[in-house]
């Protein structure tokens, strides 16, 4: 990314399995993946400069003030064995979780939250992770405006009552299936989309040096009909959902 771009555009990063994983040999397991701190050092840092991001923490939020939208930015995988390759595992800590339901659930009356993270957390949905429960069972007690009481097994426990919540979450927005897939189940509406890298499980046609080499999507979020349109730029189609 260039310097001129960093210097005119804010960027909002997420973190997944992919940042960063070193490996020595195609056919086996030989290799490392480098830690937190060293991912928050290479594109984390940058965030102190316009985010609430903590120091090595890699989750944080952004409000946009003209449209009432707090965009929060998740880390679904906090676990990482830093002594093989593909060493990091889906996770959420207790601190990322109590950050969660006190201070990034905690909007401003009239805002309406958006949520990007890495892993899908719907069980119908290619590459979700049960370890990730936790985040589904938060939104959805959101919007439902229920109390929560969930243990993750791993040592992550939420108990919280959002039956008074002033707000929605839009929608959870997130990738590493490599597919443009979608759900609406109890109240929570999940989004995945699909890989600018050309994967063999892509179900695009990707041609290289053509617009379909790229693949990405720009959102609008129309908060007033509580609709989600996006348009798709490079291989595969434009979308539009109900939330």
């Not at 002594?83 to 009356?109: F, H, I, M, R, Y």
């Not at 069980?123 to 959101?142: C, G, M, T, W």
């Not at 008074?164 to 759900?183: F, M, P």
Request: glycine share 6%; proline share 2%; with cysteine.
């Amino acid at each position: 990314m260039s310097t001129k771009y960093k210097q005119n555009r804010n960027y909002y990063p997420i973190i997944g399995n992919h940042d960063f994983t070193i490996k020595f040999n195609r056919t086996d397991d030989t290799g490392f993946t480098y830690g937190i701190k060293e991912s928050y050092g290479l594109f984390g840092r940058e965030l102190e400069n316009y985010t609430n991001v903590s120091n090595q923490k890699m989750y944080y939020y952004r409000d946009n003030t003209a449209q009432k939208i707090r965009y929060v930015f998740v880390n679904t995988e906090e676990s990482i064995d830093n002594n093989v390759a593909w060493g990091v595992q889906a996770k959420v800590s207790q601190e990322q979780a109590d950050w969660l339901v006190n201070t990034a659930l905690n909007v401003p009356t009239g805002y309406q939250i958006f949520v990007v993270g890495h892993v899908p957390i719907h069980p119908d949905l290619s590459a979700y992770s049960s370890q990730l429960d936790i985040l589904r069972k938060i939104f959805e007690s959101v919007n439902n405006k229920t109390s929560l009481s969930f243990d993750t097994g791993y040592g992550t426990v939420v108990n919280h009552d959002f039956t008074n919540t002033n707000t929605k979450v839009i929608a959870y927005l997130s990738g590493h299936c490599h597919k443009d897939s979608s759900k609406n189940d109890n109240g929570l509406l999940h989004i995945t989309t699909g890989c600018d890298a050309h994967y063999s499980d892509d179900v695009w046609t990707r041609v290289p040096q053509t617009t379909s080499e790229q693949l990405f999507d720009v959102f609008f979020i129309d908060t007033e009909n509580s609709k989600i349109n996006t348009i798709r730029i490079g291989a595969g189609d434009d979308r539009s959902f109900a939330y």
